[in-house]
Nanobody, 130 residues
């Protein structure tokens, strides 16, 4: 059974950086999962921020994250990271890591469709404030 363990959230000043981690506890390696980062701010719907595909290792970013955020993975550690630089107050949200089991479709590009993701982490709070 797949489990996701998130860490790295906290309080940071505008312009600062944080790196979120999503440890994927699974008997299968990350080639078999697309991993997405989503966030939900108070009063807003949850939105996709970034995702990384399985064996294809392609990445995707929402417009607001492009150029500031970077998603990566370490297969040896079964961990996916979201490096967040130049943080803005509007980045304040609960950030969730989610996994989509790909089955045989290991080269499928990742998407921001929440319904595609089967397993979700507990969320980690990111607060950007002076």
């Amino acid at each position: 059974q797949l489990q996701l363990v998130e860490s790295g959230g906290g309080l940071v000043q505008p312009g600062g950086s944080l790196r979120l981690s999503c440890a994927v506890a699974s008997e299968f390696n990350l080639d078999y999962y697309a991993i997405g980062w989503f966030r939900q701010a108070p009063g807003k719907e949850r939105e996709g921020v970034s995702c990384i595909s399985g064996a294809g290792r392609s990445t995707k970013y929402t417009d607001s994250a492009k150029g500031r955020f970077s998603i990566s993975r370490d297969n040896a550690k079964n961990t996916v990271y979201l490096q967040m630089n130049s943080l803005k107050p509007e980045d304040t949200a609960v950030y969730y890591c989610a996994a989509e089991g790909l089955g045989l479709q290991i080269f499928r590009q990742c998407v921001f469709t929440e319904e595609e993701y089967d397993i979700w982490g507990q969320g980690t709070q990111v607060t950007v404030s002076s």
